[in-house]
């Protein structure tokens, strides 16, 4: 029940929602607005929070071990490390549905977190891409990094903003809740967008793989002795295998949430909370877990190495290098100089005196 339509709160309290905040237990509390259209559960937001720390831990782990895909393991940590604190955020407001500490934690966290997962994964198309020869891209490798990275950030912005006001808002100011309701559907909106370009042109990469594939054979594909190797194993295509879920699990997530907050804080979605268990929740611990398994730097390692898919700084177009802007990053860990290759066709070993000069 709105505050309109009951007496005035007691002495001290602008409206029943404080008062409530402060006495969550009290009977006449149980009609009164929250923040909630729904009590949130204990069980499922505790899992969610185990899981997400348990994945968090494994991203932490793996790095510690390997020592490789920094910027992929920050990216991680970060998101799984948000969505922690996202869901003790909802366990506060178990205990107290009127709390804006809890509501405005779970708000913003658990809002902005999947933004540092879809980062971790843009940061692998580059390297990706390396792998199977950068004169398949119809763009240089470096801009997929250049053009999602700073996308990821407006969308995590907007997503904060909105967050923010959101939860500053008391029940009865409908103007400022409403503002940061648009702007947080607008950020979210925003990471669909760039979600849906990703998916296109990592579509669109592998088929264009696979029709020069088809007509030039494996003279269209990188042949340094690596990427060789990495194309044959299978955990590599696991790898393929797990960004691709990762990455629809995170855009069925965002759809959900754009559609959620399009009704309003009291809309049909926005009192369903099995529908947000099912669409949030467990959405983004499969995308979590599906790369704490294959980990790309335990499965597809030589990729995630410190400066793999460097382009050079001559400017030349990728797949057209001068042979004295030999790509260092096609060196394998632990290779000579003389088993490495460049990139494409330009040339089937490195060029003389690179070894003294350009020693990765």
């Not at 967008?193 to 594909?221: P, Q, W």
């Not at 390692?301 to 057209?320: C, S």
Request: aromatic share 10%; with cysteine.
């Amino acid at each position: 029940m709105a505050d309109g339509d009951r007496t005035p709160p007691p002495n001290g309290y602008e409206t029943w929602g404080e008062f409530c905040a402060s006495d969550p237990t009290n009977l006449i509390c149980v009609d009164v607005d929250s923040n909630y259209e729904y009590k949130p559960s204990l069980v499922a937001n505790s899992l969610f929070a185990a899981l997400l720390g348990l994945s968090m831990l494994g991203f932490i782990v793996t790095y510690a071990v390997t020592r490789r895909g920094t910027a992929f393991t920050v990216a991680f940590v970060l998101g799984t490390l948000t969505e922690v604190i996202g869901y003790a955020g909802r366990i506060i407001s178990h205990g107290n549905v009127w709390d804006q500490n809890g509501f405005l934690i779970q708000i913003i966290c658990l809002t902005i977190a999947p933004a540092f997962l879809a980062a971790g994964i843009y940061l692998c198309l580059r390297r990706i891409v390396y792998v199977f020869g950068a004169e398949n891209s119809r763009i240089s490798p470096v801009m997929y990094t250049r053009f999602f990275i700073p996308c990821d950030v407006i969308s995590l912005v907007l997503q904060a903003a909105g967050g923010a006001l959101a939860s500053i808002a008391d029940n009865d100011q409908r103007d400022l809740l409403n503002a940061g309701n648009n702007t947080m559907i607008a950020g979210l909106s925003f990471q669909v967008f760039t979600l849906l370009i990703f998916i296109v042109v990592s579509v669109d990469f592998g088929l264009n793989v696979m029709r020069r594939h088809r007509k030039l054979g494996e003279a269209s594909l990188n042949q340094s002795e690596m990427a060789v190797r990495l194309r044959g194993a299978w955990t590599f295509r696991a790898v393929l295998g797990a960004l691709a879920l990762a990455t629809i699990c995170i855009f069925w997530r965002s759809v959900f949430r754009v559609a959620e907050l399009s009704g309003g804080w009291s809309g049909p979605l926005m009192g369903r909370e099995d529908l947000f268990i099912g669409f949030e929740g467990v959405m983004i611990v499969v995308a979590c877990f599906v790369l704490n398994v294959f980990h790309p730097s335990i499965f597809a390692r030589d990729i995630m190495a410190r400066g793999f898919g460097n382009l050079t700084k001559t400017g030349a177009k990728p797949g057209h290098q001068k042979v004295d802007s030999y790509d260092r990053a096609y060196l394998s860990p632990g290779s000579s100089d003389a088993e490495a290759l460049p990139m494409g066709n330009v040339a089937t070993q490195a060029p003389a005196g690179y070894a003294s000069s350009h020693r990765a």
